[in-house]
């Protein structure tokens, strides 16, 4: 592996405290900015994707594979409604 055991385990812990915190976010913000609740979705999960690369599970590393995808669903969503909103 390209990184030790210890380093993934501290790259997986901050990509789920990232997770949480977008949850949290969307949770009980007034207002909820899609493209940090998408991004920081996005930046927790390829994270997350980094540890199991050394602590291997597959039902994680799926999970984190459709994080990905409706993250990056969610960024490109964000972007074609700023861009219908703008004059």
């Known amino acids: ?5 210890f380093t993934a385990n501290i790259i997986g812990l901050f990509g789920s405290v990232l ?10 913000a007034s207002s909820v900015n899609a493209f940090v609740y998408n991004g920081t ?15 291997f599970n597959l039902a994680s590393l799926l999970l984190e594979f459709v994080w990905i995808i409706i993250a990056v669903g969610g960024l490109i969503k ?7 909103a703008e004059p």
């Open 1 to 5: 592996h390209m990184i030790d055991g």
């Open 19 to 28: 997770i949480v915190s977008a949850y949290a976010y969307n949770v009980y």
């Open 41 to 55: 979705n996005l930046l927790g999960a390829l994270l997350l994707t980094v540890s199991l690369m050394v602590h």
């Open 78 to 84: 964000a972007s074609r409604d700023q861009a219908r």
